[in-house]
């Protein structure tokens, strides 16, 4: 049974040390290494096969190409790598990226077809609300039921994991405790450029960051094609083996701490729009499982190994 050697980079915060305590157990996997990010790339041992960046996307976007001149394969759980051209990158992260020529190489980790995973170099893992949003959107782009820039409003609610271990005044209890707090709302946050690169949508979108640990539901609706019902709907196949359809709304007990996620899909025939929901473990289908199973593709396992 063939074995690979990991390093994983900001394994001390919250997504990096979901992804080391699973690979820990990943029968294909013999070493995880977890390197002080203040080490630099001397961190990273030579026999690495693969590493996985847990880092800020200023740190991923300056160590991947280096790491990546080394021979070795890099999943970015980061949002370094996601936007897929400079100037979609320094409109959602606001930084020039320092080494451009990798945006249009990296392979995005969601919908992206296994022969494509199977070769990458280089996997940008989707962000977590893109994640609940792709869930829902892209099978109905393959069913081509969204024309170009089809308006969607979204509205994400979010653990306060998902804000990064680092603690900050909006994620102090205070703020948080009692509170539903908007942020980076309309077009501001950096996930609508990633997916506005995956599917052929106008994203409206009102981020939230509610008191929970861990945990994301994601709301939005838009206008279906004339002749498309609930049936037709109802017979989208799924987007992926962790992708589960819903027959009513879920809530994010369903899916915690577990590499699933929840999608539910409702038609207004009235009016030709449709409501999804998608619930989803924001530290686990969110970050840390969606990137091993990027990892299985990789090297070509089944897509739960690992993960069950």
Known sequence: MATYRVCIVGASGYSGAEAAALLRRHPHVARVDTPESAVGLAGVAADIDVVLLATPAEVAAEWAAPLL??????????????????DAHLAGYGFAHPHPEWLAQAV???????????QAQLVANPGCYANGMLSALLPLARAGWLAAATPVTVTGISGVSGAGKKPTERTHFMAVAENLMPYKT?????HV??????VPVRLLFVPIVAP?????????????????????????PPLDGFWRRSAQAPDVHEVANTPWIAVHY???????????????????????????????????????TGLN
């Not at 995005?108 to 199977?118: K, V, W």
């Not at 309309?186 to 950096?190: D, E, F, T, V």
């Open 212 to 236: 929970l640990r861990r945990g994301m539901l994601i709301s939005g609706a838009l206008q279906l094609p004339a002749g498309v019902t609930q049936a037709d709907v109802d017979a989208l």
């Open 266 to 304: 409702a038609v207004d025939a009235a009016s030709q729009r449709l409501l999804f929901v998608t619930a989803l473990d924001n530290l686990s289908r969110g970050a840390a499982t969606h990137a091993i199973a990027n990892l299985n593709a990789m090297w070509q396992l089944p897509e739960a």
């Open 193 to 198: 450029v990633e997916v506005e690169r995956a």
């Open 69 to 86: 001149a080394r021979g070795l394969r890099v999943i970015d759980i980061s949002g370094a790598h996601r936007a897929g051209t400079p």
């Open 186 to 190: 309309l077009r501001a946050h950096q």
């Open 108 to 118: 995005y980790g969601i919908g992206a077809a296994p022969a494509a995973l199977a």
